[in-house]
């Protein structure tokens, strides 16, 4: 199981001096020459997402809350906050700032997550160029404990999670994770229940 060390940022972080995940991981479809990152922070009441790719042909037909981004070019994580509860938060997002958000532990038993206020909730900042495109949000805790009431951000504890690319629909389909994944056969989109482990770092 991989690990990384999320940085603390009382507010939004200065992304150069995070250290990157690389995004090279095939899971199912084509194993494309992009390159892509994430890098996390995290404070007392969210967590930070920033995420880079670059790719000659970049699709993003979809925009608005609950759209199928999956089937565009789209970057994702998979949360599982608790060990002890099978239970994870997924959240796909497009170059356009569509996201598409779930709950559950399975593509057969989870449910997606409309927010009244997502634009504010997430946060969504997007830049793209003709071959490149980043997005970053962040990730609230007061979501989180929607599902876990009781659940903190607290330094040096731990939690599992998995960062994505994707696009069903792109030139180059494609589904690349950072944690690699044990069984292809059943990895999709809406299923993506293998982890890493992510440390939250004591802030400096």
Known sequence: MKKYSVAFSSDRPDWDK????????????????????????WNESRLFVHAS?????????YSGTGAPVWQDSYVGISFKPSKDDARYFSL???????LYCTIGT?????????????AESFQIKTSRSESSWQIEFVFPLYLVRSAFPDYDFISESSFEMN????????????????EPC???????PHNCNFFGTMILEKPL
Request: proline share 8%; charged share 25%.
């Open 18 to 41: 995070i250290n990157a995940i690389e995004i090279n991981e095939p899971v199912t479809g084509e194993n494309p020459d992009y390159h892509i990152q994430f890098r996390l922070a």
């Open 106 to 118: 399975s593509a057969d038993n989870k449910a997606q997550l409309l927010l009244i206020d997502e």
């Open 53 to 61: 790719s670059e790719e000659p042909y970049i699709r993003a037909m």
């Open 163 to 178: 960062c994505f690319k994707g696009g069903e629909r792109t030139y180059f389909p494609h589904f690349l994770s950072w």
């Open 182 to 188: 044990p069984d292809p056969e059943k990895a999709t």
């Open 92 to 98: 796909l997002a497009n170059s356009n700032g569509a």
